[in-house]
């Protein structure tokens, strides 16, 4: 007798009853809502989350040059786009996944856009996880560098003065498209925050989702001496805590590592 075939009633009993578990992702369920080109935060977000932490991600609508007219237009798409992230089974957060159209829409009509099309999921933005992440670490004074034009720039700065921050100096790249934003190499940036690091700044904050800051962030930090904060990194910890997920992620510096 072949020793592999089943016993007659155990074979009808797995054929007629199918066995479910809490699936891949039970731990949580995290949606983001990018922008058109972005090709960043996907990466890095699937590559850090811990085992069991699914990744969903869905786009919103606007024009391909980045500035603060085209950025307030992601309103009228963020409802409908959080809704098409797993609209029958639930999120347990929904991240608008822009620093710059955070405050350009602002950041509780964000969150409140989001709410709209994931009801049951808890809402945040890059820009909100970047000030939770900056007052965890205990910083007040913040040098700020990004690839955005001046205009962006000096909006982002406005929204850290707004949340009580102060910010020693504002410097951009002065750039226009995410396809340009998404290449710009992690060595340059490293270089980039030692040369705007100030002796009286509590933390250098690299801002926008498109950089590739987090795969420099721990050795820029630890070559600084001080916070390193970036976008990534911070909406990575916030969605995770958000979720319930307190798990410490080494590599990607202090925030996650120790927060």
């Known amino acids: 007798m072949n020793k592999h075939v089943l016993p007659e009633q155990k074979r009808q009993d797995i054929l007629n009853h199918v066995r479910f578990d809490a699936g891949r992702n039970a731990r949580g369920k995290i949606g983001f809502v990018l922008i058109p080109n972005e090709q960043t935060i996907e990466d890095d977000m699937v590559r850090y989350l811990p085992a069991g932490v699914g990744a969903y991600f869905s786009r919103a609508t606007m024009p391909r040059e980045i500035s603060t007219e085209s950025l307030a237009q992601l309103r009228g798409s963020l409802a409908e786009t959080a809704a098409r992230i797993l609209p029958d089974d639930g999120l347990d957060v929904v991240a608008f996944a822009c620093t710059s159209g955070t405050v350009a829409v602002g950041e509780e009509e964000s969150c409140a856009e989001l709410a709209k099309g994931a009801p ?14 900056l007052a965890a670490m205990g910083a007040q004074k913040i040098v700020l560098g990004s690839p955005y034009v001046a205009e962006l720039n000096t909006n982002v700065a406005t929204y850290l003065e707004g949340a009580g921050f102060t910010v020693l100096e504002a410097h951009g790249m002065g750039l226009n498209y995410d396809t340009e934003m ?14 705007i690091d100030r002796p009286d700044a509590d933390a250098v904050l690299l801002s926008c989702g498109a950089l590739r800051s987090i795969d420099v962030v721990d050795a820029i930090e630890q070559e600084l001496g ?3 904060i970036c976008s990534n990194q911070a909406m990575l910890w916030d969605c995770l805590r958000l979720a319930g997920v307190d798990d410490k992620l080494s590599g990607l510096g202090r925030l996650l590592r120790e927060y």
């Open 120 to 133: 049951g999921a808890q809402t945040t933005t890059l820009a909100g996880a970047v000030r939770k992440a």
């Open 182 to 195: 998404i290449r710009v190499a992690p060595e340059y940036i490293a270089d980039y925050a030692r040369a």
């Open 226 to 228: 001080k916070p390193v």
